[in-house]
C-alpha cells in the first residue's frame, strides 16, 4: 500500500523560507517519478515542481528561482526548499509520486505567507 505524508509547511513572512518533505511508503522515489502541487480555496490543483527518476527536474514558472525539489534516496525523501516566499505562495501543497500507472497524493502541508 502506498502512502505519502507530507511535512514542514506553515506561517512564514514575505522573503522567508520553508522547507518541505513528503515521505514514503510502498514507493521508491528513486525509481518513479513523482512531483509537488498546491491547492487554493475554490481553485484547480496547480502544479509546482516534478522530478523524474533520473533526476530532471520541472518547475513552473512562478516558482523557478525560488523553490528546488530533490529526493533523498537514503530516506526515501522527497523535499522542496522554497526561498523568497510570496503571499502568492500561500495553499495547501500535496506530493504525488506515480506507482504503476498509478498517481499517489499525499493529504497535503499547509503553507501560509504573510506579508
Known amino acids: 500500500q502506498v502512502q505519502l505524508v507530507e511535512s514542514g509547511g506553515g506561517l512564514v513572512q514575505a522573503g522567508g523560507s520553508l522547507r518541505l518533505s513528503c515521505t514514503a511508503s510502498g514507493i521508491t522515489f528513486s525509481t518513479t517519478s513523482s512531483g509537488w502541487y498546491r491547492q487554493t480555496p475554490g481553485a484547480q490543483r496547480q502544479f509546482v515542481a516534478s522530478?523524474?527518476?533520473?533526476?530532471?527536474?520541472v518547475y513552473a514558472d512562478s516558482v523557478k528561482g525560488r523553490f528546488t525539489i530533490s529526493k533523498d534516496n537514503a530516506k526515501n525523501t522527497m523535499v522542496l526548499q522554497m526561498n523568497s516566499l510570496k503571499p502568492e505562495d500561500t495553499a495547501l501543497y500535496y506530493c504525488?509520486?506515480?506507482?504503476?500507472?498509478?498517481?499517489?497524493w499525499g493529504q497535503g502541508t499547509q503553507v501560509t505567507v504573510s506579508s
Open positions: 504525488n509520486a506515480l506507482s504503476w500507472g498509478k498517481l499517489h
Open positions: 522530478m523524474t527518476s533520473g533526476g530532471n527536474a
